[in-house]
């Protein structure tokens, strides 16, 4: 077996040195029996060389570390050698990702995220002859110029996460529209905070600023149910005037973030820090992905108490209940392989029987195969039974027209939702000037 995890430091070192100074050692592997073999078999002993895989998910490292991934891909591809190069976290992977582009140091499998597609579209190769991407649900919709670039690991669903016993404790039932969730959060404050100063309602971790995202990121494509608003918003000047979706959703965020619901300093704990405290019930709830639940597993012995329901962003209770679902983990091979179609085996073998179905098992996420389905997990499930009639809003994390100006005006949104939590922040004066902003860029861009 061949294998070698690699630190950030090294990654930045590959920007800087060879790629061939990076290069794993060449070492021998174990010697596959012979037989009588299948002309997969016999494919996969006609490819050979070696493949750089980045990832930054700690849980997909666990089980590639747990079941010898790399040992078992060569039992199809016995001459095929594999770095598994695991990142601290996405942010410093997009980092990486942008200077290695530079260099022409891509690895040979890189992950994206729907928003980050468009930004490497020139550097993925064309993936829609893949038997795992005729069989994905999601990655079509995901196509750029009719190309998959990307086949989405799994299909995310976005949870409040909340301890039952102290809702009842607190006197508080599950909310149903956004005024019931800002109160229930105060009750649950006030309820807790008289012998626990330290409490929080809603865990957040806004130090590391991007945990805000479900309520910056998410809320205006689930206030006017499209998920395709950031790219809408490139074809206006003025995105952020009275009565757009995301001026809705942002009031109603700022609403919440201005309360003491978030405990004494949002701004001093970072996401890890505040997972851990939810997970030893002193804050009573928080926002996360369906990943979320095994982070909050590994801080408790015991979830018998844990629940869920999905962000009640609607206004009345008559109103649609939307909720966001979104392909994630998109894999994809880039133009900078040097062995394309080795990379592509491994796609395609990543997402066959010999190892998807065990993954997507293992993990809490939703399967995002028509072949391999998957039931949710009992407690994530829960929020489903809570609302049935769901209505479900399919993410796009926006375009090249939507990201050009973004990156004009140098718009982050989940900045903006962590600036919301400090003293004499005004969210009309920065929403005004955000849309002056965004019409002097669409201006200099040629964006209509």
Known sequence: MRKRMLAIGLCAAMVMGSAAGCSPAKETG???????????????????????????????????????MVAKFQEKYPNADIEVEKIKDDSEYWNSMKMRTSANQLPDVMFNKPFTLSRFKDYLIDLSDLEAAKNNELASGYAIDDKILGIPMTAGYEYVYYWKDLFKEAGVEVPATWEEFEETAQTLQ??????????????LGAKDEWPDYPYMEFMPALQGGNGQNWNDMAKTDAPFADGTDINKAYNKVNSLFSKDVFGKDPLGMGNDQVTSLFAQKKAAMIALG??????????????????????????????PYRVIVQGDS???????????????????????????????????????????????????????????????????????????????IAFDYKK???????????????????????????????IK
């Open 290 to 319: 369906d990943w979320g639940l095994q982070n909050i597993k590994s801080g408790t012995d015991d979830v018998s108490q844990l629940g869920t329901f999905y962000l009640p962003v609607r206004d009345q209770k008559e109103d």
């Open 190 to 203: 006030d309820h807790f905070s008289q012998k626990d100063p330290d409490f929080m309602a809603i865990a």
């Open 416 to 446: 903006l939702g962590a600036s919301m939590f400090t003293d004499g922040f005004d969210l009309k004066t920065q929403l005004d000037e955000l849309n002056s902003k965004w019409a002097a860029a669409r201006t200099k861009l040629g």
């Open 30 to 68: 174990e010697t596959k029996k012979e037989g009588t073999a299948s002309a997969e078999t016999q494919a996969g002993k006609d490819l050979e060389g070696s493949l750089v895989f980045a990832i930054w998910d700690n849980n997909l490292m666990d089980y590639i570390d747990e079941n010898d």
């Open 330 to 408: 998109f894999m994809g091979v880039t133009t900078h392989s040097k062995n394309p179609e080795l990379a592509k085996a491994f796609v395609e073998w990543f997402y066959s029987e010999d190892w998807y179905p065990g993954y997507i098992n293992y993990v809490t996420s939703a399967s995002s195969m028509k072949n391999f389905t998957k039931e949710k997990d009992p407690i994530l499930a829960q929020a489903d039974e809570l609302q049935p009639d769901k209505e479900l809003v399919m993410y796009d994390g926006g375009g090249d027209q939507f990201q050009s100006i973004q990156n004009e």
